[in-house]
């Protein structure tokens, strides 16, 4: 049972156009958002989050958009770069879940390749 | 970038033989974790502590243990390494809850078990 899911596999977008990765999850406990971005052959880095008391989180080009009552959130990207191109994850966590642990539910990835 | 560790970072080895990962942080975060990543699956939690001598099952940990006897040092030990194990391993650190559960990741080992 997958509690965060990450529809798309992959995303294609050209230079300078906005990229936009959808994630859904299933548990109304999670409080925070997370999305982390990775480059082959290395670890993922952490790039935006959201509390759940929010709707929107902006840092420079990215911004996150949380939707409750759809339990959905996206990263949009604006404007794409090549060197943007990498796997996104989208993660969850619960105070019920995580508690003082911290533990994290993570997406499947999309795969972000910004064309010149 | 957070001071984490991995030990191999590259292993090749045969089914049935006993592996052990390392990862070593200098951050004294308190938590610790070690994933799996594969294809299809993302990121997948195998075992976490929460201090020394304390840790507990994530949502794939059979076939798995781990031991945290100081805070900078989280092991991950495959105990009969099989075909399935084959895979990029990260481990993971944070802190408390003020940085919205920020995980630091490692830079992975990959294992190939044949």
């Known amino acids: 049972d997958q509690q965060v899911k990450q529809n798309s596999p992959s995303l294609s977008v050209q230079e300078g156009r906005i990229s936009i990765l959808n994630c859904d999850y299933t548990n109304s406990m999670f409080d925070y958002f997370l999305w982390y971005k990775k480059y082959p052959a290395e670890g993922p880095t952490f790039l935006i989050s959201?509390?759940?008391?929010?709707d929107k989180n902006e840092d420079g080009r990215f911004t996150v958009f949380l939707n409750k009552s759809a339990k959905h959130l996206s990263l949009h990207i604006v404007p794409s770069q090549p060197g943007d191109s990498a796997v996104y994850f989208c993660?969850?966590?619960?105070?019920?879940?995580?508690?003082?642990?911290?533990?994290?539910?993570f997406g499947t990835g999309t795969l972000l390749a910004v064309q010149p | 970038d957070a001071g984490i560790t991995q030990s191999p970072r590259h292993k090749v080895t045969e089914t049935g033989t006993p592996v052990t990962l390392r990862c070593h942080q200098t951050?004294?975060?308190?938590?610790m974790y070690w994933y799996r990543q594969d294809p299809g699956h993302g990121l997948r939690l195998i075992h976490y502590?929460?201090?020394?001598?304390?840790?507990d099952k994530g949502e794939v940990s059979d076939g798995y243990s781990v031991s945290r006897s100081k805070t900078e040092d989280f092991l991950l030990t495959l105990e009969s390494a099989t075909s399935s194990q084959t895979s990029v391993y990260f481990c993971a650190i944070s802190e408390s809850r003020v940085r919205n559960n920020e995980q630091f990741f490692g830079p992975g080992t990959r294992l190939t078990v044949l």
């Open positions: 951050e004294n975060h308190r938590y």
């Open positions: 959201i509390s759940s008391i929010k």
């Open positions: 993660a969850a966590s619960a105070r019920g879940y995580g508690g003082a642990t911290n533990k994290l539910i």
């Open positions: 502590s929460y201090g020394v001598k304390d840790t």
